[in-house]
Structure formats: structure tokens, C-alpha cells
């Protein structure tokens, strides 16, 4: 599986922004996915996870009721929705794929899209 996020970019404080991830391969469907992310100087940390089905999703405490995850298995993409975006968000935002559909045994692993939030 192979993963190309896009979206990134720069945004001001409050704003918005939404990523994407695009799989190739005919299993993404059976995937569960998810978004982490790494600030400069800092540990890759998680952001969010959606089950494949899209039935489940989980959010880290730092940005739930901001950020929306969901997927188009048809389309092959997850997206992140980001609201809210505060400095503190500015990172690369890797999407990843997890084979095991929930036990956070994350695979494979995009190129990363960098978000840069301004105060």
C-alpha cells in the first residue's frame, strides 16, 4: 500500500484546513487508517484513527472537538478535517495504514504534509 497525503499548508490561527490521503491497492478498504503527526524537535504522537468500515473513530484529548476524521473507501482517501487550528497544530501530518483494522499496528506510512499555523 502506498500513501500520498496532501493538503498541507499555511493557516492562521482559527482557521481551517483538511488533509488527504490517497491509497493505491484494492485493500484499503479493509484498513483502519490513521493520522499522526511530529513537531519540530518532537515525538511522531497521535491524532486520529478511523476503523474500515469509518464506524470508529478515535481522537487524540488535544484536538477532539476540532478535528473530524472520515474516509471514502470508494475513493480510496481518508481525510482530516482540521477546525480550530490553534500554533500548537503546526507539524507534519503523516497518514497511516493499519492492516489490523484496530490494533494500532500501523504498516505503512505516507510522505507527510506539513502544516504551518500562524499566530
Not at 484513527?49 to 470508494?74: C, E, H, L, P, Q
Amino acid at each position: 500500500v502506498q500513501l500520498q497525503a496532501s493538503g498541507g499548508g499555511l493557516v492562521q490561527a482559527g482557521g481551517s484546513r483538511r488533509l488527504s490521503c490517497t491509497a493505491s491497492g484494492r485493500t484499503f478498504s479493509n484498513y483502519g487508517m490513521g493520522w499522526f503527526r511530529q513537531a519540530l524537535g518532537k515525538e511522531r504522537e497521535f491524532v486520529a484513527s478511523i476503523s474500515a468500515s469509518g464506524g470508529s473513530t478515535y481522537y487524540a484529548d488535544s484536538v477532539k472537538g476540532r478535528f473530524t476524521i472520515s474516509r471514502d473507501n470508494a475513493k480510496n482517501t481518508v481525510y482530516l478535517q482540521m477546525n480550530g487550528l490553534k500554533p500548537e497544530d503546526t507539524a507534519v501530518y503523516y497518514c497511516t495504514a493499519d492492516p489490523t483494522d484496530g490494533k494500532g499496528l500501523y504498516s505503512y506510512w505516507g510522505q507527510g504534509t506539513q502544516v504551518t499555523v500562524s499566530s
